[in-house]
């Protein structure tokens, strides 16, 4: 897996995609199957409970078929919940030990802030294997910072710092969008995440020259 | 010409004069039609911008204005409308009355609505309009857009909720009080019914959005700081706003569900399946409805265990629309299916409907909706429900009902092309749309990889699009030459089709009474009676006007505000002074109001409403306190004494007005005229220790912007100030009727009117006080 982040998302993911497409295909297959048994043909006669005009409402009850429909829709529901408080174990509870970064966004761009004090817009790099925390705000409106390839997204608003954090286990750039609109350059506002070996990562880390 | 006849329809004097619910029906769908096509039109131009990665049709600022006006368009000004088009039209039919409850009001609820879209679409040509999202999120909307359309567009949503709190009142009254004897609550049609649990949403949703445009129309205009501070900001608006949003989207899709209920039953030949789950089932979501909102802000920081509570709201409401689907399919089950148009597009729309609530159940999932928030999944889960659920479910309603509106068939096979081609466009739109779930939602430009993606789209658009033409021409071309439709071509059972095509302004001849489960006819006594009703006014007309001139001028030119405001004084005396007669049923089922006149029940509404108005605002208040270390201690900035000595004035003024009532009942001009002065003095005492205390603080440098504790103070003060200044301006009209002997004996019941809003602002003072000046 590509980081913690997508192992998450990707059980979730699976889990609510097959269940969705399962009771999706059912239901409406049984639509399709009602209204092409029912339909009009000439021979076919009319229902005797047929409502006739003038006439006030009346309805089928037969609580038991749809009693059992809904407890069988309950217990996915309830599958779905716990399956997402789980995962939410995990996502809410970053490990104690993380490389911290602070990010403030900004219209129309990211500015990073390292541990050591060091600053950079628009590119963050982060060592391999390790989880990164990052602490996110906003200098100015609602945005949102998003790295899809990681499934990682976190709020930015001014005055509030959200949490976020991932491990990511593969070597690369990632492209790190902003998801909430936030004015006219919200569409190209982009950044880099960089995914470094450790070694490499700390040779570059302790050559900053932090002022 | 007399006032009860209604003029030919096609003069024009008949369109901007009429009162009657039909005509109002008529002039709703025209409306609502002509903002399909500016909302579609807009979406098709950003199609278009999305045909290619980077293409630069639209540029970024006009991207934005797009996207924001159609967003809006379609929720507030198309989906509802066309809603509301077919209540007004059908709503009176089903229950058997002869006109809603108060026909003026109703044509004031569409006047507004029409001049607020009118703003709207003016404000297009005022630099920029919205360029925000239609959520118009904070603090971009308020401190981050400089532009004055946006402040027109945001008076024109504004204007807009008085539409909506006016004609929620009237259908409020007008169900619980109309209805013909024996029509019971648990007899009334899916449509009447879904239309009652929507009004009942929209009076505790609208005034939320109201509060909220208030609050950001003073931050843009008079530079409060609510939301462009750290205090207040995104996550304020968020709660205001979702608030309003959510119940929003059941206030959009309730309407469609009735639609289809009743389309089911008629074209499937057997009655409904589960009736009375399907009812308790959208009660449930009705409630539910406004305990789900912060879903909508799983990411913005919100404590993980208010987002828990969330969740499972959210997740459990699609349990109640569950049980509402399956039964709509379980009514399918030994039937005998006429497929045709209307019931085509109830299928397809509960197809559709289906994928889009399955969809909702993974944005739900907190861990999920960390991803899939501000992406593709997103536009296409709720396009899923809010265009195919509830416009698709419209639309089968606009077919179901236009014989009995035109009297004509349209052509059945045109009408199938429209269905096949609406089907494959909007499939083909929107499915995409998931299938591009990494893109983000309101972006011009995106990656190269998601091209196939939005082309499908694009192409989806323009034939779901041009689907529509097929609809206007053969609705256009039938109006002349459609068949005779006959008073019920679809062999419906509900009470509409009983009358005749289109039905007579007096909507069925003889009163209909429900008798033993069957709609029988009693003998038209007094037929001459109803014929003295009025049916024509032009006030409705010049108010909305006027009103929205007062709001153009305000983002122009204040003389024009000015010369609007004399126009909007003179409309309310002319609408307060005119001779309008309309009579409530004699008979009818009114339970549970039976012993509450309409009036007094169209009051009591309304100060619901405004309940949730000033409970908005309030709230506003206790969030940003306990958002604020430092708040200043009782008595440090506002001074208690101003507070106290007007709490002493509105009680005492409360305690006068009741006397002035009792005065009236007595027959004591004298007194009632004695007691109404003293109850108009004490609130200019009001208002002027008010001026008094405001000038005070503004010459020791607090205003408006100093922080958040004097906006929420300005503001809250400010807004029941307008209540009490409005309050004042109708007191003052009251005793001017008083002069001339009004209300001696006959007629307290208008002082009684009165009175309930004079208390209700009094007791929100009650809390005002305490919450500013003590604690």
Redesign the interface.
């Known amino acids: 897996m590509v980081a913690s982040t997508v192992e998450?998302?990707n059980t979730?993911?699976t889990l609510?995609?097959s269940l969705?497409i399962l009771?999706?295909v059912v239901?409406?297959s049984?639509?399709?199957y009602?209204?092409y048994r029912?339909?009009?043909r000439p021979e076919?006669?009319?229902?005797e409970?047929?409502?006739?005009?003038?006439?006030?409402?009346?309805?089928?009850?037969?609580?038991g078929?749809?009693l059992i429909?809904?407890i069988l829709?309950?217990s996915i529901?309830i599958t779905?919940?716990s399956m997402?408080?789980i995962?939410?174990g995990i996502?809410?509870n970053p490990p104690q030990e993380a490389f911290e970064v602070k990010v403030v966004a900004f219209?129309w761009g990211w500015r990073f802030y390292y541990p050591n004090g060091y600053e950079a817009v628009g590119e963050l790099r982060v060592p391999k294997g390790v989880p990164v925390k990052f602490y996110v705000t906003s200098s100015?409106?609602?945005h949102?910072m998003?790295i899809?390839e990681l499934?990682?997204?976190?709020?930015a608003?001014?005055?509030?710092?959200?949490?976020g954090w991932t491990r990511v286990d593969a070597l690369g750039e990632y492209?790190i969008?902003?998801?909430?609109?936030?004015?006219?350059?919200?569409?190209?506002m982009t950044g880099r995440l960089i995914v470094m070996e450790p070694e490499e990562f700390n040779e570059w880390y302790s050559s900053l020259q932090v002022s | 010409m007399e006032a009860h006849m209604l003029p030919p329809a096609s003069s024009i004097k008949r369109w901007l004069l009429t009162t009657n619910h039909k005509d109002i029906g008529i002039l709703y769908l025209v409306t609502a039609i002509y903002f399909l096509v500016v909302g579609g039109a807009l979406s098709l131009l950003f199609r278009l911008q999305l045909a290619d990665p980077s293409l630069n049709v639209l540029p970024p600022q006009a991207y934005n204005q797009a996207i924001t006006i159609h967003g809006l368009v379609m929720v507030l000004f198309v989906v509802s409308p066309l809603a509301f088009a077919l209540a007004n039209y059908v709503v009176p039919l089903q229950i058997g009355a002869r006109d809603l409850a108060f026909p003026r009001l109703n044509a004031l609820s569409y006047w507004l609505y029409l001049f607020a879209g009118i703003l709207v679409v003016v404000s297009f040509f005022q630099e920029r309009t919205l360029d925000v999202g239609w959520t118009l999120y904070q603090p971009l909307a308020a401190g981050f857009t400089p532009y004055v359309g946006v402040n027109t567009g945001g008076l024109g949503l504004g204007l807009l909720t008085a539409s909506v709190t006016v004609s929620t009142i009237n259908f409020v009254v007008t169900i619980f009080r109309s209805r013909a004897p024996g029509v019971r609550l648990t007899a009334l049609p899916m449509f009447t019914m879904t239309i009652l649990l929507t009004v009942l949403m929209m009076l505790y949703a609208f005034p939320a959005l109201l509060a909220g445009i208030i609050m950001l129309a003073s931050d843009r205009v008079l530079g409060t700081v609510y939301f462009t501070s750290n205090q207040g900001g995104a996550i304020l608006w968020d709660h205001i706003f979702w608030f309003f949003g959510h119940p929003e989207v059941y206030i959009v899709l309730f309407p469609a569900l009735g639609v289809m209920a009743d389309i089911l039953v008629t074209f499937s030949r057997r009655p409904l399946f589960g009736r009375r789950y399907i009812l308790a089932a959208m009660v449930i979501v009705a409630t539910l409805s406004f305990l789900v909102w912060g879903h909508h802000m799983f990411l913005t920081g919100i404590h993980p265990d208010i987002r828990r509570a969330f969740t499972v709201t959210t997740i459990a409401i699609s349990l109640p629309f569950d049980a509402i689907i399956l039964s709509f399919i379980y009514t399918l089950s030994k039937s005998k299916i006429h497929l045709r148009t209307p019931m085509l597009f109830t299928l397809g729309s509960i197809a559709i409907f289906i994928i889009g609530g399955i969809t909702g159940v993974f944005l739900g999932s907190i861990a999920l909706d960390y991803v899939l928030r501000g992406t593709y999944f997103v536009v296409a889960h709720f396009h899923y429900t809010m265009a195919g659920g509830a416009l698709v479910g419209l639309i089968a309603g606009v077919y179901y009902w236009y014989p009995k509106m035109t009297g004509r068939m349209f052509s059945e096979a045109l009408g199938r092309i429209h269905f096949v081609l609406a089907m494959i466009g909007f499939n083909l739109l929107y499915f995409p749309m998931f299938l591009a779930w990494e893109m983000p939602r309101r972006v011009p430009v995106y990656a190269e990889y998601l091209a196939p993606l939005n082309q499908l789209a694009t192409v989806g658009g323009f034939i779901f699009g041009g689907s529509f033409l097929v609809m206007f021409w053969n609705l256009l071309y039938s109006l002349r030459h459609g068949e005779p439709a006959g008073d019920n071509p679809w062999n419906a059972p509900t009470l509409e089709w009983l009358t005749r095509s289109p039905p007579p302004p007096h909507n069925f001849d003889g009163t209909p009474a429900l008798v033993d489960g069957r709609f029988t006819f009693l003998a038209a006594n007094g037929a001459g009676h109803h014929s003295h009703e009025t049916h024509l006014s032009p006030w409705p007309f010049m108010l909305s006007l006027a009103s929205m001139v007062v709001l153009l001028g305000l983002t122009t030119h204040i003389a024009i505000s000015l010369g609007g405001l004399v126009l909007l004084a003179a409309s309310i005396l002319g609408f307060a002074r005119e001779r309008f007669v309309s009579h409530e049923p004699q008979l009818g089922e009114r339970w549970p109001f039976e012993r509450v006149d309409r009036m007094k029940l169209a009051w009591w509404t309304f100060l619901a409403s405004e309940i949730v108005l000033f409970g908005v605002l309030l709230s506003a208040y206790i969030y940003v306190r306990s958002a604020t270390p430092s708040w200043p201690a009782p008595g440090t900035l506002f001074d208690i004494w101003h507070g106290a000595v007007n709490t002493f004035i509105l009680l005492t003024s409360s305690f006068t007005l009741v006397l002035a009532i009792a005065a009236s009942r007595m027959g004591s001009r004298a007194g009632t005229l004695g007691f109404l002065g003293a109850t108009m003095a004490l609130g200019v005492a009001f208002l002027l220790n008010k001026y008094g205390e405001w000038t005070e603080l503004f010459s020791h440098g607090v205003n408006f912007s100093t922080s958040i504790v004097s906006t929420s103070f300005f503001l809250t003060t400010g807004v029941h100030g307008a209540h009490v200044t409005a309050g004042l301006l109708a007191l003052a009209y009251l005793i001017s009727r008083a002069l001339k002997g009004a209300y001696v004996r006959e007629g307290h019941e208008t002082l009684e009117y009165f009175g309930y809003y004079w208390h209700f602002v009094d007791i929100v003072w009650v809390f005002i006080f305490p919450l500013f000046y003590l604690i």
């Not at chain 1, 076919?44 to 229902?47: D, H, S, T």
């Not at chain 1, 608003?157 to 949490?163: D, F, H, T």
């Not at chain 1, 969008?177 to 190209?188: S, T, W």
Request: proline content about 7%; overall charge positive.
């Open positions: 998450v998302f979730l993911w609510f995609s969705g009771v999706g239901v409406i049984y639509l399709g009602q209204v029912n339909r009009a076919r006669p009319e229902p409970d047929a409502p006739k005009p003038g006439e006030a409402p009346r309805e089928q009850a037969r609580a078929k749809l429909s809904v829709s309950a529901v779905l919940i997402t408080f995962s939410l996502l809410d219209q100015d409106v609602f949102n998003g899809i499934r990682l997204k976190i709020d608003i001014p005055g509030k710092v959200n949490v492209i969008r902003c998801y909430e609109l936030c004015g006219d350059g919200h569409g190209v």
